[in-house]
């Protein structure tokens, strides 16, 4: 069974960077992961893709700003967000694609961007 186990959360100030990681736990390899967000009082929403072949897709909010990146050997792919906005609070996530069978979701990792 496939856990997936996300990290890296934390406080910090507008402007600021934060690199997510998500351990796909119990996976032969990744095809395709989303990372996605669920601010408060808002439904969770996939804001980045990428495919076993570095292939990326971004949602506009995010765009310019945060990269995801796969590491095939330790089956982990990372989130490295930049230019931090109070807007990008939410708890992060990862999972597969929408459209594609979803793993359990894990706990998930908390940003918060506030000075």
């Known amino acids: 069974q496939v856990r997936l186990e996300e990290s890296g959360g934390g406080l910090v100030e507008p402007g600021g960077s934060l690199t997510l990681s998500c351990v796909a736990h119990g996976i032969g390899s990744i095809n395709e992961m989303a990372w996605y967000r669920r601010a408060p009082g808002k439904q969770r929403e996939p804001i980045a893709v990428v495919t076993s072949a570095g292939r990326t897709s971004y949602g506009d909010s995010v765009k310019g700003r945060f990269t995801i990146s796969i590491d095939n050997s330790e089956n982990t792919v990372y989130l490295q967000m930049t230019s931090l906005k109070p807007e990008d609070t939410a708890l992060y996530y990862c999972?597969?694609?929408?459209?594609?069978?979803?793993?359990?979701w894990g706990q998930g990792t908390q940003v918060t961007v506030s000075s």
């Open positions: 999972n597969t694609p929408r459209g594609r069978y979803h793993f359990d």
